[in-house]
């Protein structure tokens, strides 16, 4: 008997789950040939520019986001992305895709009020979590620096 | 006149003059391509924007429907008309350029049976002589509003639905005609405080359950009565959940059930489980199922059109969603 | 040298599969995993972990978006050396603006150029 109290537990057999061991098997491969591919350019800037692996990683990421714009913009990126799920969200590339899709998006309303006023529209949580976490742990790493 | 608690029984004779819809290239695609008045090759119908897409749809259908029906623009009385789109955009950018008083709805995707119901009513009354009732949405403006950017690469769950892009018209008015509408049952709200957006089909089944069993009582009819009980679109999520519901009320819809938004695409469409938005109802009800009942391979058929009401704005303060649905009768006239 | 793509592979789909979980078992949005993961990186570099992860994967700890946040602290950590407190505000955006910078940059040109298809 379905009724109003039991309703979001009743009809759990009715909804379809998700396929959770192909989801992350799919992940996990999208995933891993991007990081695959983040390491060949690591090498590449290593090998032909004489940059550290450390130099390395700037020019590395900044690639990887060139390659995730250009797709967004050829409107493939939301089609690997249906397809790998956390695979293509979690690389840099799914940063670049939040920022791209938002930015091409809003166009049409301009490029103050609507592409630059929602590109972060998406991927500002990140920058923000981001930076506030990085703050208190550096304040607290230093306290403890300083004093110990 | 009133009949029972909920419904509106048209004793003065309603009925459909013509009817017309239009879509996008993927809904050309689907299993009732060829029953469309016209389709769109590209999701842009020609514009520059999204939203200026939709308005080129909802134009195209209103301007087919009274080609079809005969009838010179302002000849039509009232003009009813709802969309998806915040401050109902569409709707009212196109009745701008439409010399008729005009009434704006907003049911989400009940829309096109709710515009139908006030339509009628205002020409069973007398208030109007001939009205007209429309409405669209947009895959793309839908998307942009309710979800994410189109490009953006979310991965989408298989609970969700995909907004068709289309849009329907249908010309009401006294004089005999092949189609009459019968009657409407006005839903009320129906919350069972399911919370996901992703997977509108659960939370809208209660609300069709809701008006059908309350049209059926109201009427006092058996679902057998009926060739056809249509529902808008509780996808393949919702579908089972509302037979069951009805069910549990003594009214089995098993063998007369179907939903619009099953009906519109191929299973191979990449579409989730089903199509959604207001012009799922409307392109499904004023194409194919005027066409059968013109024919006479349906005689009387009830559509209830679901919407779910909500804002993503309100979704994220963590409020469930309300949802609705509205029913329309259309009966085959012999003879005409 | 073939190792480190074996292991760029394996620790950045891993990392991955971890995100894919929470979106599927938690049910989160993909703004809340990045976010999570953003946070996750800082707090790991804050004992300096991340480092030990990229010595060891290479790419497959720079490319996930978990890297921003030991970045982010990294630039941080450095300045707070010369300059005490004041520091980390100086140079919490200092090694990751190239990311940022980028990513602003070649998402506001392709939106000059590219229209949504839909």
């Not at chain 3, 996750?40 to 300096?48: E, Q």
Request: some cysteine; overall charge neutral; glycine content about 10%.
């Amino acid at each position: 008997m379905i009724t109003k109290d039991n309703y979001k537990k009743s009809i759990k057999p009715y909804q379809p789950k998700p396929k959770y061991f192909r989801n992350c098997i799919k992940a996990f491969l999208i995933g891993g040939l991007i990081c695959s591919i983040g390491q060949g350019l690591t090498v590449f800037y290593m090998e032909v520019f004489g940059f550290t692996s450390k130099e390395a990683a700037n020019p590395t990421v900044a690639t990887l986001i060139l390659i995730a714009a250009l797709l967004t913009g050829f409107g493939v990126y939301d089609k690997i992305g249906q397809f790998a799920g956390a695979g293509t969200a979690v690389p840099v590339t799914g940063f670049a895709n939040s920022i791209t899709s938002a930015a091409m998006e809003h166009r049409s309303e301009g490029l103050v009020l609507g592409v630059s006023t929602n590109m972060f529209k998406l991927a500002g949580s990140v920058i923000v979590f981001g930076t506030v976490a990085a703050y208190i742990i550096g304040v607290l790493r230093y306290l403890i620096q300083s004093f110990l | 006149m009133k009949q029972g608690k909920q419904t509106w029984v048209f004793d003065n004779g309603v009925y459909i003059k013509g009817s017309a819809t239009v879509t996008g290239p993927r809904e050309k695609q689907g299993p009732l391509g060829q029953t469309y008045d016209y389709s769109f090759e590209d999701l842009y119908c020609g514009e520059d924007t999204w939203e200026r897409a939709e308005q080129a749809l909802l134009n195209k259908s209103i301007d087919l429907c009274l080609q079809k029906a005969k009838v010179r623009k302002d000849a039509v009385d009232l003009l009813v008309s709802g969309d998806l789109l915040n401050q109902n955009v569409t709707s009212n950018y196109v009745a701008r350029d439409f010399p008729s008083s005009f009434l704006c709805v907003f049911g989400a995707c009940s829309t096109s049976m709710e515009a139908l119901a006030i339509a009628s009513s205002q020409v069973d009354s007398g208030n109007s002589d001939v009205a007209l009732a429309s409405t669209s949405s947009h895959y793309s403006t839908a998307e942009r509003q309710f979800r994410y950017p189109t490009e953006y690469g979310g991965q989408k769950p298989d609970t969700q639905t995909s907004t068709v892009t289309g849009a329907g018209a249908a010309l009401v008015q006294k004089e005999r005609s092949f189609v009459q509408v019968e009657a409407a049952t006005i839903g009320k709200v129906v919350d069972f405080s399911a919370n996901d957006p992703l997977d509108m089909g659960s939370a809208m089944a209660p609300a069709a359950a809701d008006t059908i069993v309350q049209h059926l009582k109201d009427m006092n009819r058996q679902p057998e009565e009926y060739d056809m009980i249509l529902t808008g679109d509780l996808s393949s999520v919702g579908t089972p959940i509302a037979k069951k519901l009805t069910y549990q009320f003594g009214y089995d819809i098993e063998n007369v059930h179907r939903d619009c938004g099953l009906m519109v695409y191929n299973s191979n469409q990449n579409v989730f489980a089903g199509g959604s938005g207001c012009a799922v109802s409307a392109v499904v009800s004023y194409g194919h199922i005027m066409q059968q009942l013109r024919s006479g391979e349906l005689n009387k058929v009830l559509i209830v059109a679901t919407g779910a009401l909500l804002s993503p704005t309100i979704v994220q303060q963590k409020e469930t969603i309300p949802c609705i649905a509205h029913g329309v009768v259309l009966k085959r006239v012999s003879g005409s | 040298m073939i190792m480190d793509f074996v292991w760029a592979f394996i620790v950045g789909g891993a990392i991955c599969v971890i995100g894919q979980l929470l979106l599927d078992l938690f049910k989160l949005t993909p703004a809340h995993v990045l976010s999570s993961f953003v946070v996750a990186g800082a707090v790991l570099d804050g004992f300096n972990l991340y480092d030990r992860l990229i010595e060891f994967a290479g790419a497959g700890a720079t490319v996930p978006i978990s890297s921003f946040g030991h970045t982010l602290l990294h630039g941080a950590m450095a300045q707070a050396e010369d300059h005490g407190f004041v520091g980390i505000a100086i140079g919490i955006f200092q090694l990751s603006s190239a990311g940022i910078a980028s990513a602003i940059l070649f998402g506001f040109i392709v939106a000059l150029i590219f229209k949504p298809k839909g």
